[in-house]
């Protein structure tokens, strides 16, 4: 699976982590496939 693919049915839950590598602070898999849906193709229902 890409990130760059659409949600599907079965994503019911996505918990990504960041994690120390090389002496830097990075996001895993899922949470570049959480960046990448909240920008491209999630609606915002409510902000309070």
Same mark, same amino acid.
């Given at each position: 699976m890409s990130y760059f693919e659409l949600l599907n049915s079965s994503e019911i839950m996505l918990e990504g982590k960041w994690e +120390?590598? /090389?002496? !830097?602070?990075?996001? /895993? +898999? &899922?949470?570049?496939?959480?960046? +990448?849906?909240? !920008?491209? &193709?999630?609606?915002?229902l409510s902000s309070g």
């Open positions: +120390f590598l /090389d002496g !830097k602070v990075v996001a /895993d +898999f &899922t949470c570049q496939r959480i960046r +990448f849906l909240i !920008k491209n &193709t999630l609606i915002n």
